[in-house]
């Protein structure tokens, strides 16, 4: 089993940056494809970006270009770049193990334990 551990989330103002980061532990990171989620209150949990272990990468169709997934299999690290964050980006986003194919990424039932992101003036 993957322990696996958010950080870098936070309040910023509409138009800023963060950057999440998960670092993994107690499993094979690099076979596994790594994805972000997200989840405001009411609200489905929703794939922000999934990361297959060679590299391929798919988003969230609310991405639009502005965030940016990326993997370090040596430091066992994924991290998600946000930019121009906007209020309707305020969630709990968490780090989760999953599978890639068919050039999608399936959500697994490892979780991390979230990481608060607020957008607000």
């Known amino acids: 089993q993957v322990q696996l551990v958010e950080s870098g989330g936070g309040l910023v103002q509409p138009g800023g940056s963060l950057r999440l980061s998960c670092a993994a532990s107690?499993?094979?990171?690099?076979?596994?494809?790594m994805g972000w989620y997200r989840q405001a209150p009411g609200k489905e949990r929703e794939l922000v970006a999934g990361i297959s272990r060679g590299g391929t990468i798919v988003y969230g169709g609310f991405v639009k270009g502005r965030f940016t997934i990326s993997r370090d299999n040596a430091k066992k690290v994924v991290e998600l770049q946000m930019n121009d964050l906007q209020p309707e980006d305020t969630s709990v986003y968490f780090c989760?193990?999953?599978?890639?194919?068919?050039?999608?990424?399936?959500?697994?039932?490892?979780w991390g334990q979230g990481t608060q992101v607020t957008v607000s003036p």
């Open positions: 107690g499993g094979a990171f690099s076979i596994s494809a």
């Open positions: 989760n193990k999953g599978t890639f194919y068919d050039n999608k990424y399936h959500m697994g039932t490892n």
